[in-house]
């Protein structure tokens, strides 16, 4: 956990079944998301590497700046820019979000 003058961010393992499907294509599946909780921000699920289909997307010359987790890189679909996030050097604080992707469009289902 970290916290900055009412500011906080709480990295921990989830349970939760996500999936991320866009137009009827499975874009990505986890039983073993990370369960990122921010102040004044919606749940985050960062998916590990193998639980995404890295090979339909493709990097962005995107790129933004989070004073609490670090740089930010992005990739798109044909049809979605900037679809997906990663944070390759994050801030110690969340260290274990290194290298998960992040969708705007992520569900947790029901097993």
Do not use: N, Q
């Amino acid at each position: 956990m970290t916290a900055t003058r009412g500011h906080r961010i709480t990295v921990e393992p989830g349970t939760e079944h996500v999936r991320v499907v866009r137009d009827g294509v499975l874009l990505a599946e986890s039983r073993h998301p990370l369960v990122l909780r921010e102040t004044g921000c919606p749940v985050r699920y960062y998916l590990p590497p193998e639980d995404v289909r890295t090979e339909l997307l493709s990097a962005s010359d995107t790129s933004t700046h989070c004073p609490f987790k670090g740089d930010a890189s992005y990739w798109s679909l044909p049809d979605a820019a900037d679809l997906v996030w990663a944070y390759p050097d994050p801030e110690p604080e969340v260290a274990e979000i290194k290298d998960h992707f992040c969708f705007y469009d992520a569900e947790a289902v029901a097993s």
